[in-house]
């Protein structure tokens, strides 16, 4: 993985044997060590402070009971964010670390932070547990100061960058799944996040990005024959239904056409619309059957 080969390079916590021609291993002090540092980041405190942290241990430690370890340490006083924060309600550690972590624009913790959410539960649980606390915190402080859009702009890089690392099934398995941005709609992470998702369940998917023009999603509809269609709509402003029966008068119409997002006043008779992610993943998988 990504981050522990990071860890490992960057901060001197990889395996403590290694015998040329042969895998790495971790010891059982090796993966305490691993947990102090996945623990610590996940608190609030840099990378880099948390593998001071997690060296220190001796080999007979255990990530619980390693002495010097703090139980709820405080994030580092450098780059504190000017002694801002964001608002996560009642979300958990890790999603107050993502929210300590983007404040300090700290993008290496951001990364770190979600590829260790996204390998321990899944998209679905990053997504709804962590991030989606921290930007509506985010919108919460720009509403109300018109600042901040730094701070979005760096946790949707990391996210992307994260969920765009999940494991793709085989460029064998042709994508039967297009997701898209309707036009003029700049917003793309849940259909990101929705692409990662379907890949943890072995489903290929095209995802086309932001501002899709009606006839580019038509053209491409027409050149792929996608059994389902998933549209995104973040604004009011974007949220044209007449896109959407676009796609259901197209000549090979998909089994699925749905609607993401709350941009939707309405949508037309026929099309499904989607609340949240783990829907948007049911739905999917229900119209494409089994597998």
């Not at 539960?121 to 915190?137: Q, R």
């Not at 765009?164 to 709609?185: F, I, K, M, N």
């Not at 941009?263 to 059957?289: F, I, K, M, R, Y």
Request: net charge positive; charged share 15%.
């Amino acid at each position: 993985m990504t981050t522990l080969r990071t860890w490992h390079q960057r901060y001197g916590l990889g395996p403590s044997h290694h015998t040329p021609g042969q895998h790495r291993r971790y010891s059982g002090a090796d993966m305490d060590r691993l947990q102090v540092m996945r623990r610590l980041t996940a608190q609030g405190v840099t990378p880099a402070a948390a593998a001071a942290w997690a060296r220190r241990m001796p080999d007979n430690a255990t990530a619980a009971s390693a002495p010097g370890i703090p139980a709820s340490p405080a994030p580092a006083q450098t780059r504190n964010g000017g002694g801002y924060a964001i608002p996560v309600g009642r979300a958990g550690a890790t999603a107050r670390g993502l929210a300590r972590a983007a404040i300090r624009l700290d993008a290496p913790a951001l990364r770190d932070i979600l590829e260790l959410t996204v390998t321990g539960t899944g998209v679905i649980g990053a997504w709804d547990e962590v991030l989606v606390p921290v930007l509506v915190g985010v919108g919460e402080r720009y509403a109300a100061t018109r600042r901040f859009i730094e701070v979005e702009h760096l946790i949707s890089r990391a996210a992307t960058e994260v969920f765009g690392a999940v494991r793709r099934p085989p460029a064998t398995e042709l994508p039967q799944v297009l997701l898209s941005a309707v036009d003029e709609e700049q917003h793309t992470l849940p259909l990101e996040a929705l692409a990662a998702a379907l890949a943890e369940l072995g489903i290929a998917s095209r995802l086309l990005g932001a501002r899709v023009p009606p006839r580019a999603l038509a053209d491409a509809i027409a050149r792929t024959g996608p059994q389902v269609v998933v549209l995104w709509s973040q604004l009011r402003s974007t949220g044209n239904p007449a896109q959407l029966d676009a796609v259901l008068a197209a000549p090979n119409r998909p089994l699925l056409v749905a609607a993401g997002g709350p941009g939707w006043a309405a949508v037309p008779a026929g099309v499904t619309t989607l609340d949240n992610l783990t829907e948007a993943v049911q739905a999917v998988s229900a119209a494409l059957g089994p597998r």
